[in-house]
Each structure stands twice: as C-alpha cells, then as structure tokens.
C-alpha cells in the first residue's frame, strides 16, 4: 500500500505544474441502457483465479489523469481481480475508455484491455492479440475503489499546487 502511495506522490508531484483541473469522479454503478449493445462472453474464470493465485502485478493508467496505479503485493492484485465482476458487459458506443490495465505474471502480462469508468460506463473490455474478445463490469467494490483512488490523486495535486503557490 506505501508503494501505491509512493508511487501516486510520485507522479502528482511531476505533474503538479499541469493548470487543468482533473475530471470529478463518476456517480456509483452502470445506468440502464437506452438501446441493447453487443455484449461478449466474460473473462475465464480459471484465468482469473491464476492472476489471483499466482499474479504479481497489476499496472493502470489512466488516459486523461496525471497519474497511474502499480499493484505488487498479493492483497492488493487479489482485491483488484476481485474488482471484475462475472457478468458480461455490454460494449456501449457512447463509453470511452479512462484506462488501460494489464495483469502480470512474473513479469508476462496474461491479460490486458481498457478499462470504462464514467458514469453508466463501469466495465472492462478485454483483449487477446489486439481483439477485445471479453467484457465484464466492474463490481460495486471496484466502483468504490477507483472512485477513492481518483479523489485521493485529485487531493494530492491540489495540495501540491496550494504548496507550491505559497496558500
């Protein structure tokens, strides 16, 4: 957790000149959909439990945020996969990707797609040989979690800004 921690100071603090301010973290859970989407099966379960068992990390990055989270310790990569939900998600035109994450082990990544994270776009979309070929949404957990993650990345680089102003 202090290399997560570590690891966010790090990057807040290299982008504390960046004047943009961070997008506000989505509202909780998926809204319901206006039109059916195409939907693909859901991640293998026994894929799954071999990142839970044996994975080693988990990196994120964030396409429009001024930070990136990297996952190594074994609590911290067993709560991430539990942050993948078993039901199939719907591939919604209108949901563009906040990220993507890659699940390794010893150093192979086994698994790796984009993640959705916006209000009524919570899901992942995996990809095997560049071809999304699953799609699972995000647990209420994972919801929660990214949304805690975001804030706190928000908070850190207002505070560095304010130090760095002189408020």
């Known amino acids: 957790m202090k290399q997560i921690f570590f ?3 790090c990057v807040l603090a290299l982008a504390a000149c ?3 301010k961070p997008a506000a973290p989505p509202a909780q859970a998926p809204a319901a959909a206006t039109a059916p989407a195409a939907t693909l099966p859901s991640v293998p379960l026994d894929l799954l ?3 839970w068992s044996e994975g080693t990390q988990i990196d994120y ?3 429009n945020q001024p930070f990136t989270m990297s996952l190594s310790d074994k609590p ?3 709560l991430a996969v539990r942050h993948v939900a078993e039901s199939p998600a719907p591939l919604k035109p209108e949901c563009k990707a906040t990220g993507r994450v890659s699940y390794q082990i010893k150093g192979d990544i086994v698994l790796e797609g984009d993640f959705y994270f916006s209000t009524g776009c919570t899901y ?3 990809e095997k040989d560049r071809v999304k070929t699953y799609a699972n949404f995000m647990t ?3 919801v929660e979690y990214f949304n805690n993650q975001i804030k706190q990345a928000v908070q850190m680089q207002q505070q560095m800004q304010q ?3 002189g408020q």
Do not use: C, H, M
């Open 7 to 9: 690891g966010l100071f």
């Open 18 to 20: 960046n004047q943009d």
């Open 49 to 51: 439990e071999r990142i």
């Open 61 to 63: 990055i964030f396409y």
């Open 76 to 78: 911290s990569i067993q």
């Open 124 to 126: 992942f979309v995996f």
């Open 140 to 142: 209420n957990e994972g």
């Open 163 to 165: 130090k760095a102003t």
